[in-house]
């Protein structure tokens, strides 16, 4: 069985963001945002932005509230079903009840998210560097035409040993911190994270798909 995530209200506690993380809702966390000159995305995405409805659904928040910044109309639970089938072959991509007992990979969600008409640019960490990644981060927060996903390993932040995917929504070059919009928002609020820190997140393995 399974429970959707009900909040009431503000009846709930976010977890301690360990240090050097930062709130956005913080006195600090406020002032960097207004300083950042890499935000473009973050207005469209946060009038878009979906909490993840399942403890496994941070892919699917992340990829619905992408996609509805585009203008799409979609649901976490019509994810699935939505699209053109034809991009991949069906059986190559994980339907709602996988994904309900074991989450998604990058792979998966870059499938699913192609369904949907939208083109999909798929990098690894491993492959990359944090100045290239940098240069990326700070390329598509400029406009409004492209959104970023990432997907990264929540132990390295100090956080609960597991793989996590949400949406970014602004950098400060000044301080070289980017804005995650954690899709578990009845756990975080949306966190600033210095850039090096979190491409260290990301450079890491996935147990499910190694």
Known sequence: ???PFVSQGKNFTWLVLNSPLLSLTSIEGKRLYDAADSKADYEVLKSSFESQSLVSFCGVASGVSVLKAFGADVSQFDFFT???????????LPGMFKVMFSGMTLSELTGLLQRHEVRVDRFYASESSVDVFRATVESNLKTEENHM????QREVLG????GHLSPVGAYDHATDAILILDTA??????????????FD?????????G
Do not use: C, R
């Open 159 to 162: 956080q609960k040993k597991v």
């Open 82 to 92: 939505q699209g053109d089938a034809s991009v991949q072959e069906e059986s190559t």
């Open 149 to 152: 996903i990432v997907n990264y």
């Open 201 to 209: 997140a990301m450079n890491t393995v996935d147990q499910s798909s």
């Open 1 to 3: 069985m399974w429970y």
């Open 185 to 198: 928002s009845h756990k975080y609020p949306f966190t600033w994270v210095p850039l090096p820190l979190l």
